[in-house]
């Protein structure tokens, strides 16, 4: 048990003093005591009185024995239910919630107490069965697409090999065909479907089989061109305008091109199809600090706030067509590039992708390493 007085180190770092409560509340009751006992002893003097000794010696017993009731009392009323307290607390401190305090029964301060604490608990117990919960939901969802990956990734090389079969035979074909035949346009839309898969394997290939990208420094402003260029043949035939305004004062950023081409390429392709009828996406690339940031912006429909939650996860599609695959790709490869992908969107309004990267990819490295280090 700790003792009544003892001292103890503040964060400052001072020694001070720690009165233990029962000494706290006993001193008042001993002081009212004693000086009723001193004005007994003074009366008494005054009045000569020849019994005083024997009054004396038992109303200092008295006294001494109303403090001792009085802790007592204390220690019933609230040592023991502060002592259960603590060690309820250290339980809980130990992940058991189990528990709860018997003197919430009680009516009175102590008893709130005791109530606030088994409510408190109550409510622990509760979140934690909530987040169980959703660990293994997650937890089946995560088997869930691991087992779709991998089928469908031995699916994409299955159709590969055919698909690429078929696209050598409707080259050969077509080339036979005299220019005046019919039959050439239907073997330009085969060709076409047939690009259109290949390009739905690639997709998928690429989302289960990442690989890290190929970071060397070079203009960013060219990778995103690319993108752009070829985002507008897309749209040639339609009243969709591409606009760019690139940054010429950016430093090379670190990327792999390749990859960061594909991202914007993604982003583009879905504002297209956001698109009904007229419509305008802007592409900006700006420098912040020692950062890039890349926006695609599109006047399209816009994705409503029940939507917008899921738009990054694989397979999550609202197209007829989709694959579902295209932001999960896009935020992987940006995340692999230490960069982050932002999105808001309003229904109706239209819609914007934000991509930060560092513009030195191995200085966040270090900065990592360093971080973990410290
Ligand atoms: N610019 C955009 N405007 C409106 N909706 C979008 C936009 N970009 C993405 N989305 C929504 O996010 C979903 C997922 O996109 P994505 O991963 O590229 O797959 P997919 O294009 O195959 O559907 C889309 O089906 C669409 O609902
Ligand atoms: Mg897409």
Not at 37 to 53: C, G, K, Q, Y
Request: proline residues 5%; glycine residues 6%.
């Amino acid at each position: 048990m700790q003792s009544p007085v003892s001292f103890r180190r503040e964060d400052a770092g001072m020694p001070s003093v720690r009165v233990n409560w029962q000494v706290k509340t006993v001193l008042p009751v001993a002081f009212v005591l004693l000086n009723g006992l001193l004005l007994f002893l003074m009366a008494t003097v005054s009045l000569r009185d020849p019994e005083r000794h024997q009054v004396l010696i038992v109303a200092g017993c008295g006294a001494v024995a109303i403090c001792a009731a009085v802790m007592i009392a204390l220690a019933y009323l609230i040592q023991r239910p502060m002592v259960e307290l603590q060690d309820k607390i250290a339980r809980v401190g130990e992940g058991d919630l189990d528990v709860s305090v018997k003197f919430a029964k009680r009516n009175d301060e102590i008893g709130d107490l005791g109530r606030n604490f088994n409510h408190m608990v109550q409510q622990l117990r509760e979140s934690r069965e909530e987040i169980d919960r959703l660990h293994r939901t997650q937890m089946s969802r995560a088997e869930h697409l691991a087992t779709l990956g991998e089928l469908a990734t031995g699916l994409a090389h299955e159709i590969r090999n055919p698909l690429a079969g078929i696209a050598g035979v409707i080259e050969i074909v077509g080339r036979d065909l005299p220019t005046t035949s019919p039959a050439r346009a239907v073997i330009k839309d085969v060709r076409l479907e047939v690009a259109q898969i290949n390009r739905i394997l690639t997709d998928l290939l690429q989302a289960a089989r990442p690989h890290p990208p190929d970071v060397r420094a070079s203009d960013l402003n060219t990778t995103v061109e690319h993108a752009v260029m070829l985002a507008r043949q897309q749209v040639l035939s339609k009243p969709i305008k591409i606009e760019l305004e690139k940054n010429p004062q950016l430093p090379n950023v670190e990327h792999d091109s390749d990859q960061m081409h594909q991202v914007v390429l993604n982003l583009l392709l879905n504002s297209v199809q956001a698109i009904e009828g007229a419509g305008t996406i802007r592409v900006v690339v700006a420098a912040k600090k020692d950062k890039a940031l890349i926006s695609v912006t599109d006047s399209g429909r816009g994705i409503s706030p029940e939507h917008l939650p899921f738009i990054f996860r694989p397979f999550y599609t609202t197209k007829g067509n989709g694959t579902g695959l295209g932001l999960s790709l896009a935020r992987r490869i940006v995340e692999d590039h230490r960069g982050r992908i932002d999105v808001e969107s309003e229904l109706g309004r239209g819609t914007e992708f934000l991509i930060t990267l560092p513009i030195h990819h191995s200085q966040v490295h270090a900065e990592d390493a360093e971080a973990a280090v410290s």
